[in-house]
C-alpha cells in the first residue's frame, strides 16, 4: 500500500457511516435485505480493492454509486418485479409515547409511505437519496447518472405530488349537502 490513508481504518469508517443506509437504499432497489446485505458486502469488498481508495469528500458517492449500479445488475438478472418493502421503513418508527400516539405516527408514516409510492421510480429514487441519505443534487446525479437540472426537476414534481397527496381532501368541504 502506498502513502494514502490506511485502508483498514478507511473501511471500518466506512463500514461504521454507511452500511445501514447503503443497505436500506440497496433493499430498495432489489426488493429483497438478503441481496442488498450481498450487494452492499461486494461493495466494500471493491472498496477495499480501489486503488487508490477514493478520497473523503467522494466516499458517499463513490459507494452509492457502486451499490446501485450492483444492485440494478442484480434486478436485471433475475427479471423479476416484487412490490416494494416498507415493512423495513414502517417499523423504524419510534415506539416513544402512548398508544395513541404510536397510532397516529403509524397512520402518518402510512400516508407517506402511500404517497411516495405513488411517485414514478426514478423520483422515489431521488428521494430517498436526498431526504434518507442527505445528498446533494449533485452527489445524486453522479449516483443515478441523470443531470443536475433533472434531479432538480424530479425532486420538485416529486414534493408537489406529495403535498397533494398528503394535503386534507379539499373536495370534501364543498362535497354533498352544501348549500346551493
Known sequence: MSDGPDKSSLLQSALASYQGPLVRYVERITRDLDRAADVVQETFLRLWSADPPPAAPALAQWLFTVARNLALDVRRKERRMNPLSDGLLAGAASA?????????????????????????????EVVRLKFQNQFSYKQIAGITGLSVTNVGFLLHTAIRKIRQHLAPDQSAAGGLGAAP
Open 96 to 124: 416513544d409515547g402512548g398508544p395513541v400516539e404510536a397510532a397516529e405516527r403509524d397512520e402518518n408514516v402510512a400516508r407517506a409511505l402511500a404517497a411516495l409510492s405513488r411517485l414514478s421510480p426514478n423520483q422515489q
